[in-house]
């Protein structure tokens, strides 16, 4: 995803830092012995403030930050391709592309219509019995026979889907379309046709080329309420199959009569089935990418979406935030012209229900918003989004602290005050109860969320984080076989060194990470078969593992029972000069 990409490890401008060691009481969560780099300001005061880098958000400074800096703009994309086709395939059977209207009323009593007696003697005809009955000049006969045909492709298992198209029905199943006279008729092909469309991407393309996307985009203006349904139906059976058919729906004018089928005061007015249906095609006409939809289409579909989202019927709130995560799902521009509808905040609400179908696409929704600018994540932050994931990181489903996790490095990968936004909100101990607890997959996001953490964040920010006991769990996940995420970690690991170096606890930190069996891991990444990790872990051994260094004579230490207190020689008493 964009942001991950790491900028250089930006330093803080301050005063000198008096710094104890502190035992494993006083520790939050030290790993080992329970040693911990440690402030001597009081850690609520610690976790309080913000950067004062005054330098922080100059254009050299934001160069090397990470979202869309720091890191080339190839891999930031790859990234953001791997995840999010994993997330897809994890997730692709949260909304059904395509679905079939299978009744589940007995054979005498298809709603809307009442059969009567005489036609269920015809209820399973053969496919040459309904090709001869469709083809006949009678109009009884013909209704009959699409009746049956519609029954065919209706039925739970295997509908004779292919036979129907050998047959060459479908041409006539459209003409009936347009039999504005019966409207019985307009019905039973509209549905057999929507069942067609359910199929396969032939079987849909079958419908297709059979002209019967004019002719249901005419339907949706009928007055009788279970055909413009059922035309609403095939459109979104059809627009699911992939964006060259959405686009197609699109291009023949969907849009402004599906929105019209809302165009009520009160949306609670429709019936719930009849609003979950124009949601869900709704949703269909935002989803798919390579192309994505037009950004018209998108721009006159989202006030009903916004207005949707404010809706009570748990289907129709699923499928409205499906379509704000496919919309969001996309360059930073995309994002905008959805952020820029003011709906974050209600999203934000949903994502604290406790409605799984709810809060799985309102937090990929709101996982794809803090991909783009800092800009944007700060409208999903000051939404108050953050006060939601404790529950997210800790959440039953490995699915939902996985994205959980995914959307934090994102946080983390933005603006030093938006990290210090998570600390306030108590979030890294959830983030490092990821690393110890979590499946492999949410524990490589936690990786990703403290290592862009650690990439950006101020030393008093990098100090709370090895202080919350990230090092031990960390450093744990080096024995993994993912290449990609040991060297993640390892670059945690030299962020972490270059912070200790400037508080001159460089000592203090090779100590707590040979107490946590750290060492002996990063040691071990020296023979392994990737060279990226095999030259990175000893680039960290030599550097600060492999012999005593020469003691700086420029900081000489105060020693008390239980502390040491740096005195900083410099010209400028009160500052570090990095």
């Not at 051994?541 to 020689?569: C, G, L, M």
Request: aromatic share 6%; proline share 4%.
């Amino acid at each position: 995803m964009a942001g991950r990409g790491r900028g250089k490890f930006k330093c803080r401008v301050g005063r000198p830092w008096a710094v104890a060691a502190c035992g494993s009481s006083g520790a939050i969560g030290g790993g080992g012995s329970g040693r911990g780099l440690f402030l001597s300001v009081p850690l609520e005061t610690l976790i309080s403030k913000m950067s004062t880098n005054e330098n922080a958000n100059t254009p050299s400074a934001r160069l090397n930050r990470f979202k869309n800096k720091g890191k080339d703009s190839t891999e930031m994309r790859r990234r953001r391709i791997e995840v999010n086709v994993e997330l897809r395939k994890a997730k692709k059977d949260d909304q059904m592309l395509k679905r079939r209207n299978v009744s589940t009323l007995p054979d005498d009593a298809t709603s809307p219509l009442q059969e009567n007696k005489g036609n269920q003697v015809l209820a399973h005809w053969s496919v040459e019995e309904i090709v001869k009955g469709v083809n006949s000049n009678n109009m009884e006969l013909q209704l009959q026979a699409t009746q049956a045909a519609r029954k065919l492709l209706s039925r739970e298992k295997q509908p004779p889907i292919d036979s129907i198209i050998r047959a060459g029905l479908i041409p006539k199943f459209v003409s009936f379309l347009g039999r504005a006279d019966c409207s019985p008729i307009q019905f039973e092909s509209a549905w057999a046709l929507t069942n067609i469309a359910s199929g396969t991407s032939e079987q849909t393309r079958a419908v297709v080329d059979g002209g019967a996307i004019p002719a249901f985009i005419s339907l949706l203006a009928s007055p009788h309420t279970h055909i413009s349904e059922q035309a609403v139906w095939a459109l979104g059976n059809i627009a699911g199959d992939g964006s060259a058919y959405r686009d197609l729906v699109i291009k023949y004018g969907a849009i402004e009569p599906l929105l019209s089928l809302l165009a009520v005061p009160d949306l609670s007015s429709l019936a719930s089935g009849y609003l979950r249906n124009v949601t869900w095609t709704l949703s269909n006409l935002c989803r798919n990418k390579n192309p994505a939809p037009p950004i018209e289409a998108i721009q006159q579909i989202l006030p009903t979406l916004v207005r949707l989202l404010h809706h009570d019927d748990p289907e129709v709130l699923a499928d409205t935030c499906w379509a704000i995560s496919y919309l969001t799902d996309g360059s930073n521009d995309r994002i905008e012209v959805v952020v820029k509808t003011g709906l974050v905040p209600q999203l934000v609400r949903l994502l604290g229900c406790s409605e799984l179908p709810i809060m799985t696409p309102s937090l990929r929704a709101i996982g794809n918003i803090v991909t783009g600018t800092d800009e944007q994540t700060q409208v999903v932050i000051d939404s108050g989004a953050l006060a939601v994931f404790p529950s997210l990181l800790s959440h039953h489903k490995n699915n939902i602290q996985k994205e959980a996790a995914w959307t934090m490095s994102n946080i983390t990968a933005g603006r030093q005050d938006q990290i210090q936004r998570v600390v306030d909100h108590g979030l890294v101990p959830y983030l490092i109860g990821v690393l110890r607890k979590g499946d492999f997959k949410s524990q490589k996001e936690a990786v990703w969320a403290v290592t862009n953490y650690t990439s950006g964040g101020t030393i008093d920010q990098i100090v709370y984080l090895v202080q919350a006991g990230v090092l031990e769990p960390l450093l744990n996940l080096l024995s993994t076989k993912d290449s990609k995420t040991v060297l993640v970690i390892l670059d945690a690991v030299s962020n972490i060194f270059l912070a200790a170096e400037k508080i001159n606890e460089t000592e203090k930190l090779c100590l707590m990470i040979e107490e946590c069996g750290g060492l002996d891991r990063i040691e071990a990444l020296q023979s392994h078969e990737n060279e990226q990790v095999y030259r990175a872990s000893s680039t960290i051994i030599e550097k600060y593992f492999s012999a005593e260094e020469e003691e700086d004579q420029n900081v000489v230490p105060d020693s008390t029972a239980d502390s040491y207190t740096f005195q900083i020689q410099d010209s400028t008493p009160n500052s570090f000069n990095f």
